[in-house]
């Protein structure tokens, strides 16, 4: 079942609150913690802090991920690293980041993840996008890396191309 299916039935009046957004996510990954995870993506939805997510504005969400411009894209993934929303990723926000995907994908991944694994993957991710190792990635900083790098590129197409 799509995510926009249970939406309109979960919240018939098109709006989207973060419990019941969980909730509805929580299906899709039910062998793991979504929590975390689900309260950054639908504070990415929630552009406006509402603290509700409007059906179209989800729907706007979507659309940039699976036909907007590789830009736009980068854009948007930015701002779910961009926890507090100041104009940085740092390395405690994308900590969080990716320890939210690890407790989302459960305990009964294979291979078995390391407890170290998310702070290698940030340490990686700094080693490359920190142009100026000032501790923190800028927008620019993060657009230029990904732009330049062409496995980042390829992904985002394959991702386009699959729906």
């Known amino acids: 079942m799509s995510m926009n ?8 009046s098109g709006m989207v609150d973060e419990n019941t957004f969980k909730s509805i996510y929580s299906q899709f990954f039910p062998q793991g913690d979504v929590t975390t995870y ?5 504070n990415a939805f929630d552009t406006d802090n509402s603290g509700a997510i409007r059906f179209e504005d989800f729907v706007i969400g979507l659309s940039v991920l ?3 411009t590789a830009n736009e894209k980068l854009i948007w993934a930015f701002n779910l ?3 507090n929303k100041d ?3 740092t390395k405690e926000e994308m900590l969080a980041i990716i320890q939210s995907i690890y407790d989302m994908m459960g305990r009964y991944t294979y291979p078995a993840l390391h ?3 998310p702070l290698q993957h940030v340490e990686r ?3 490359k996008m920190d142009r100026n190792r000032d501790g923190v ?10 732009q330049t790098d062409e496995n980042i590129m390829h992904s985002m197409q394959l991702f386009q191309n699959a729906l």
Do not use: K
């Open 5 to 12: 299916i249970l939406c309109l039935q979960e919240c018939p």
């Open 38 to 42: 689900a309260r950054f993506l639908f």
């Open 66 to 68: 699976l036909r907007g």
């Open 81 to 83: 690293y961009d926890i």
């Open 87 to 89: 104009g940085y990723v």
């Open 115 to 117: 407890p170290e694994s």
């Open 125 to 127: 991710f700094f080693q």
């Open 137 to 146: 990635v800028t927008i620019d900083e993060f657009l230029e890396t990904c």
